[in-house]
């Protein structure tokens, strides 16, 4: 596709329940962000994939948030034992090459909204 | 570490009208500056940025934005303000030669009024 998707767009679940949450970048970009945005906030780092690997993950805030990107494309956000303050958008970007020179531009999906009750 | 205050959480303002959204920025090194809009249902996108060089950075759609590095300022302005810019805009800056994880601030929500 031409750009960032993300599903599913609304995620609602009940407290304790296991949610995963897909992110599919743009075709080439090796480098993808998970970004947490509660109502009122500012998008909240969360990990850095380059490629496979997790590059970066000091933004999750507890082990219940895990993040894949197996093959180096497609990602998913899986967060175990939700919890009521874990409703928020989730975002994930997309940019091309290597972190490091701090002018890779990221391009965002949509955002999964995830409501825990 | 660096941080972002957006000091303005909503602007409103009549079409046709100037308008600033203010951001300040703290780091104990260089930065770069970024500002992002949010249109309503769609994902952020990059308005413009400051990397080096002249400190008045320019988006295609009339925004300019000027670093005051003495101030620690990157506020966001236009002249001429349409009732399609009302978003939500983000500032936010990351370090030089550091992993490209921005820190953003909390956004304004720009409300343009016929």
């Known amino acids: 596709g031409a750009g960032v998707s993300q599903t599913p767009s609304n995620k609602v679940t009940e407290k304790g329940k296991y949610v995963e949450l897909r992110c599919d970048p743009i075709?080439?970009?090796?480098?993808l962000y998970w970004y947490r945005q509660s109502l009122g906030q500012g998008p909240e780092f969360l990990i850095y994939?380059?490629?496979?690997?997790?590059?970066?993950d000091s933004g999750l805030p507890n082990d219940r948030f895990f993040a894949v990107r197996p093959e180096g494309s497609v990602s998913t956000l899986k967060i175990q034992r939700t919890e009521r303050g874990d409703s928020a958008v989730y975002l994930c970007?997309?940019?091309?090459?290597?972190?490091?020179?701090?002018?890779?531009?990221?391009?965002f999906g949509p955002g999964t909204r995830l409501t825990v009750l | 570490a660096q941080s972002v205050t957006q000091l303005d959480s909503q602007v409103p303002v009549f079409e046709e009208a100037p308008v600033e959204l203010r951001c300040n920025y703290s780091?104990?090194?260089?930065?770069?500056l970024f500002w992002y809009v949010q249109y309503p249902n769609q994902g952020l996108q990059l308005l413009l940025k400051?990397?080096?060089?002249?400190?008045l950075v320019e988006s295609i759609n009339g925004f300019e934005a000027e670093f005051n590095k003495s101030q620690t300022s990157f506020h966001l302005r236009k002249p001429s303000v349409h009732i399609s810019d009302t978003a939500e805009y983000f500032c936010?800056?990351?370090?030089?030669?550091?992993?490209?994880?921005?820190?953003f601030g909390r956004g304004t929500s720009l409300i343009v009024h016929p």
């Open positions: 075709s080439g970009h090796t480098a």
């Open positions: 936010a800056v990351t370090r030089w030669g550091g992993s490209y994880i921005p820190t």
């Open positions: 994939f380059q490629g496979t690997g997790a590059a970066d």
């Open positions: 400051y990397l080096s060089g002249s400190t």
């Open positions: 780091s104990s090194v260089s930065v770069y």
């Open positions: 970007a997309s940019s091309q090459g290597t972190s490091g020179s701090g002018d890779n531009e990221q391009f």
